[in-house]
Every structure is written in C-alpha cells, then in structure tokens.
C-alpha cells in the first residue's frame, strides 16, 4: 500500500483532483510497489531496460480534494514475456475513487519488447505465489 496527500498543485479550479494527476499517484504507487519486491528502475536503466506502460484504463469513481490522504493498492495479476499486468485501486479512507487496469512492457533503448530477466520474473512470480 502506498499513500500520498492531496497538494493544492495536484487539484483543479474545482477543488478536485486533475484527472491526470491520478496518473501520477499511480505510476509512484507503482514505483514504490517494485522497489518493495527489489526491482529498481535504476538498476534496469544501467542495462538499457525500462518499463513502459503500454495499455491503460482508468475508471473515476469520485473525487479526491486537497488534503486528502489517499491509499493506492498494487495488485498483479499477470505476467507473461515482456508484459506484467496489474491492478491499480485508489482509496481515501476505504472508499475507492479511482481504479485503473493496465499493462506495463519491459522495453530495451530501442524501444523493443525485451523478455523479463530471470531475477525479474522470479520476483513476480514470488508475488503471484503469495497472492493465491
């Protein structure tokens, strides 16, 4: 689980939060989820690897307002090749308000797919084993 606060610059005139800007709560919730299971998007870059998202949906349920302290749970769900997809679910105080189901690809500098490495895929696979 990871949390963030609501900061004025993440909200619009309305006082809510700026659609885009879930985004960017869930790609650090998603940043902090694989350094927690030791795969650290600086390590990869050192061998020309990166994720790149390559398929997102986001679904608005309610709003977020400054403030807030929001919870983002990281579900994986599956991973075959270069792809690994996952859940993302945005809460303030249990209530969801923001969902997003995407797929993320292991790319090389050219921006290929690139097959997990071994240490990568053994880490998710980890993950899967304990979510069962």
Request: with cysteine.
């Amino acid at each position: 689980m990871f949390s963030v606060r609501v900061y004025y610059e993440d909200t619009d005139f309305s006082g809510n939060v700026y659609h885009a800007n879930y985004l960017k709560f869930f790609e650090r919730a998603r940043t902090e989820w694989l350094r927690a299971h030791n795969v650290h998007h600086a390590a990869l870059a050192r061998e020309g690897l990166g994720f790149a998202v390559r398929r997102m949906n986001v679904s608005f349920e309610a709003p977020a307002h400054i403030d807030d302290v929001l919870d983002v749970e990281t579900v994986l769900n599956e991973v075959s090749g270069a792809r690994v997809e996952i859940t993302q679910i945005l809460r303030r105080k249990g209530i969801i308000l923001c969902r997003t189901g995407m797929s993320i690809a292991l790319i090389n500098g050219q921006g290929r797919p690139v097959r997990l490495p071994k240490e990568v895929r053994a880490v998710f696979g980890e993950i899967e084993s304990t979510a069962c």
